[in-house]
């Protein structure tokens, strides 16, 4: 899976301790999500191609680089995505910003589509996909099917906990998406939930459970 990136880093390991820990309050796993998320952005941006602008120091004047922050979308997927959003968004303020509506069926666990709205100029821009867990892939690859339908060709997908299974299943069906994740855990459950995972991340965000 050469296309995914794993952040391995002490201060990474460090706040993934924390928020794994189901002591941990709704306040403090909110702003760790965040947190994380902000990190991940930081690492998906790497690659990013800047554009020689000149400004004036209080010294003198100079060339040097900027990025065009209009060419870029982020795209959480409602409703656990949404605990991401202030992370990245503090990395790029001016980036656009759509949703994807998807939950989990309980019985056959495959994502459901209820609300889709972005940019109108999505297909001109790059589409950063957050959700907070990667689990089966389902949500991840039919989020990434809905924005390739839009003329969408430059994506890239942020998830704080990842399972091999979905990481497998994503990037089979879509080799040209580039995963980060903070954490690629051990396997699935027979529930379809990361083990050891961090539990539901929505209900958590939110304080639902």
């Known amino acids: 899976m050469k296309n995914v990136h794993e952040l391995k880093h ?3 390991e460090h706040k993934l ?5 189901k002591k941990t309050g ?17 690492e998906a941006l790497s690659d990013a191609k800047l554009e020689e602008v000149e ?14 922050e209009n060419k870029y979308a982020f795209i959480p997927i409602l409703r656990a995505g949404m605990g991401m959003l202030d992370g990245v968004i503090s990395v790029m303020p001016n980036a656009k910003i759509g949703h994807i509506g998807m939950y989990r069926d309980e ?4 994502p459901v589509n209820y609300f889709f709205k972005v940019p109108k100029d999505i297909e001109k821009r790059e589409v950063i996909v957050i959700d907070p867990m990667l689990a089966t892939g389902g949500s991840a690859i039919d989020a990434i099917d809905l924005l390739k339908s839009k003329g969408v060709t430059k994506i890239k997908f942020l998830s704080i906990i990842s399972a091999p299974e979905g990481l497998k299943a994503v990037t089979k069906k879509h080799p040209d998406v580039t995963i980060y994740t903070a954490h690629i855990d051990d396997h699935l459950n027979e529930n379809k939930y990361i083990v050891p995972g961090l539990g539901d991340a929505g209900d958590r965000i939110y304080g639902t459970k």
């Open 10 to 12: 002490p201060l990474i």
């Open 17 to 21: 301790a924390i928020l794994r820990d």
């Open 26 to 42: 709704t306040k403090e796993f909110r702003e760790l999500i965040e947190e994380i998320a902000s990190f991940l952005c930081y």
């Open 55 to 68: 400004i004036e120091t209080p010294i003198c004047k100079m060339k040097t680089g900027k990025l065009n």
């Open 107 to 110: 019985e056959t666990f495959e």
